[in-house]
T-cell receptor, first 114, second 111 residues
Framework: DPKIIQKPKYLVAVTGSEKILICEQY?????MYWYRQSAKKPLEFMFS???????DNQTASSRFQPQSSKKNHLDLQITALKPDDSATYFC?????????????FGEGSKLTVL | GEQVEQLPSSLIVQEGASVLINCSYT??????FPWYKQEPGKRLQFIID?????ERKQNQRLTLLFDKKTKHLSLHITATQPGDSAIYFC??????????FGDGTQLVVKP
């Protein structure tokens, strides 16, 4: 029974378009994250949020915008898509930011940009 | 920033064999080292972790060794089973805000 739900699981987009990746967690966690996994660079940290506030941003491009409408939601909006954005995007959560504890991952959203 | 390296990048073993996955990191401020397993098309799953004030941790067939002086970890898996086939990721964290992952070790256990 997945406690972190990512939607959609697969998506195909054309260059220049915009997509939103959805993430909801039902673990009662206060910290949420986005990671990207591609052939070029496995498991790259992108963003971390704590109590719906952005804590850390490792993504150079402003085309990637996380959005947290609720405590247990952290969506990822990607604009002006490029083929290099093709990757699997993983959402994760943890009990608290700043402590040390395991991350719980979603199943990922595999994005292909044509 | 922190850099995490894993070796080997892939391993193929016969069922029942033991395997060793090595991991090194660069930032001496890293204090927490979780390992994850990813089966094909599945989510990453936590398998074991160790903190910098420990040298060894065991969880059933998994043993994790940590050497703070050399900034090196090694994951030992004994009595491997086909179900252990997956990509194993070492990671390092100063705090949970940003966890740096290695490139992964693909393990294939043949029946």
């Amino acid at each position: 029974d997945p406690k972190i739900i990512q939607k959609p699981k697969y998506l195909v987009a054309v260059t220049g378009s915009e997509k939103i990746l959805i993430c909801e967690q039902y673990l009662g966690h206060n910290a949420m994250y986005w990671y990207r996994q591609s052939a070029k660079k496995p498991l790259e940290f992108m963003f971390s949020y704590s109590y719906q506030k952005l804590m850390d941003n490792q993504t150079a491009s402003s085309r990637f915008q996380p959005q947290s409408s609720k405590k247990n939601h952290l969506d990822l909006q990607i604009t002006a898509l490029k083929p290099d954005d093709s990757a699997t995007y993983f959402c994760a959560s943890s009990q608290e930011r700043g402590g040390t504890g395991q991350l719980y991952f979603g199943e990922g959203s595999k994005l292909t940009v044509l | 920033g922190e850099q995490v390296e894993q070796l080997p990048s892939s391993l193929i073993v016969q069922e029942g064999a033991s395997v060793l996955i090595n991991c090194s990191y660069t930032d001496s401020a890293s204090v927490y080292f979780p390992w994850y397993k990813q089966e094909p098309g599945k989510r990453l799953q936590f398998i074991i972790d160790i903190r910098s004030n420990m040298e060894r941790k065991q969880n059933q067939r998994l043993t994790l060794l940590f050497d703070k002086k050399t900034k090196h970890l090694s994951l030992h898996i004994t009595a491997t089973q086909p179900g252990d086939s997956a990509i194993y990721f070492c990671s390092a964290s100063i705090n949970n805000n940003r966890i740096f992952f290695g490139d992964g070790t693909q393990l294939v256990v043949k029946p």
